[in-house]
Every structure is written in C-alpha cells, then in structure tokens.
C-alpha cells in the first residue's frame, strides 16, 4: 500500500509538470483516491 502511494505521488507529480495541473487540483484527487482505496480496505 506505501508502494502504492509512493508511486502514484511521483506519478502525479510527473503529470504536473507535464500538462501544468495546479496543486489543488491534485489534492482533491489524491484525496478522493485516498478515501476510496480507504473504504475498500476497512469492508
């Protein structure tokens, strides 16, 4: 799982710089991701 996250972090940074996503932007969907994979684990 802190694989996961570790990759997914220098993914999106990747992606960032590429097509110039704000950081707020990216911290919705992180956080959106996040809080889905979350209630995946806990069912």
């Given at each position: 799982?802190?694989?996961?996250?570790?990759?997914?972090?220098?993914?999106?940074?990747?992606?960032?710089s590429?097509?110039?996503?704000?950081?707020?932007?990216?911290?919705?969907?992180?956080?959106?991701?996040?809080?889905?994979?979350?209630a995946?684990l806990?069912?």
């Amino acid at each position: 799982m802190v694989v996961c996250t570790i990759l997914f972090y220098f993914y999106q940074n990747s992606l960032e710089s590429k097509n110039g996503f704000t950081n707020f932007k990216t911290y919705i969907l992180k956080a959106i991701l996040f809080n889905n994979i979350d209630a995946k684990l806990n069912k």
